[in-house]
């Protein structure tokens, strides 16, 4: 993962993600070993969420896409998602 893109990442149970609405405008983007699945947004280009590679039960999701969350009470844990 680009440590450039700077989400704030949730994870959730696979059965707990919900997408109600714009399915129809995400599209998915697989790197590497095309195991973790990526979706955007076509219109914005915004990063949406993933299927986790290392836990396939498991959603990550781009916290900013989440309507209604309160982004700074958040305390995020950094993770360095590169080897560069």
């Not at 704030?8 to 983007?29: F, H, N, S």
């Not at 836990?55 to 080897?83: F, H, Q």
């Amino acid at each position: 993962m680009c440590r450039r893109r700077g989400a704030i990442m949730l994870r959730c149970d696979q059965g707990d993600l919900d997408i109600r609405t714009g399915r129809d405008v995400l599209t998915d983007y697989r790197f590497n070993a095309n195991v973790a699945v990526h979706q955007f947004c076509r219109r914005c280009g915004v990063y949406t969420f993933h299927k986790m590679r290392k836990l396939p039960d498991k959603y990550a999701i781009n916290a900013a896409c989440i309507e209604g969350i309160d982004l700074p009470a958040l305390r995020p844990i950094s993770v360095e998602g590169s080897k560069a």
